[in-house]
């Protein structure tokens, strides 16, 4: 089956870095999405992608669909401490698969 | 105004019991859909219904039986209760089963097995 893989799975920053994951694919997808999931909360849709290569931003999120379409990034840029939280990628092909998740810690 | 509730939030028995999470969505949404969230946060989709019928069904046991009344809402309703059943349950909708992208996530159900 799909198997979507994050990286990295974690990670601890300061306030103000900017961050950067991704998540790769073992098969082609239609759609990339990025989702954030606060901590006892359920999932928020963050940023759609619908075309590989396609750059969308929104606000101090940045991600990109991979040319190959087996890949996507985040990046967050100027990161403050509500970025915290686990953020999954998901891919569209004939159904939804989530990722593995990074989970992001902010410091002060 | 809350797009998609759960309820209970929190739901804590024992072993071989029977117990249902609700779930409703006031987004004029056609399809909802169900996911399990296991203690490593892994997400994996359970079960699909587009206008109360069934579009989406994994390999889950048949312990895990949805009911969808009317297009507002998809109930979970899971008999015999295992340990490995706990985890969290999410709710979820989208305008149509075409959009199952942009999905609306309820706040999650922690069921809690012992």
């Known amino acids: 089956g799909q198997q979507l893989n994050q990286s990295p799975q974690s990670m601890f920053i300061q306030e103000g870095e900017d961050v950067s994951m991704n998540c790769t694919s073992s098969s082609i997808f239609n759609t990339w999405l990025w989702y954030k999931q606060d901590p006892g909360e359920g999932p928020v849709l963050l940023i759609a992608?619908?075309?590989?290569?396609e750059l969308t931003s929104n606000g101090r999120l940045t991600a990109q669909f991979g040319i190959t379409r087996k890949d996507s990034f985040l990046n967050i840029s100027a990161s403050i401490p509500s970025d915290v939280g686990i953020y999954f990628c998901?891919?569209?092909?004939?159904?939804?698969?989530f990722g593995t998740g990074t989970r992001l810690q902010v410091t002060l | 105004d809350t797009a998609v509730s759960q309820t209970p939030k929190y739901l804590v028995t024992q072993m071989g019991n029977d117990k249902s999470i609700k779930c409703e969505q006031n987004l004029g949404h056609d399809t909802m859909y169900w996911y399990k969230q296991d203690s490593k946060k892994f997400l994996k989709i359970m079960f699909s219904?587009?206008?109360?019928?069934?579009?989406i069904n994994e390999t889950v046991p048949n312990r895990f039986s949805p009911k969808s009344p009317d297009k507002a809402h998809l109930n979970l309703h899971i008999n015999s209760l295992e340990l490995g059943d706990s985890a969290v349950y999410f709710c979820?909708?989208?305008?149509?089963?075409?959009?199952?992208?942009?999905?609306?996530f309820g706040p999650g159900t922690r069921l809690t097995v012992t």
């Open positions: 998901t891919g569209t092909a004939s159904k939804l698969t």
């Open positions: 219904y587009n206008n109360k019928e069934l579009i």
């Open positions: 979820a909708s989208s305008q149509d089963s075409l959009a199952l992208y942009e999905q609306y």
């Open positions: 992608l619908y075309k590989a290569g």
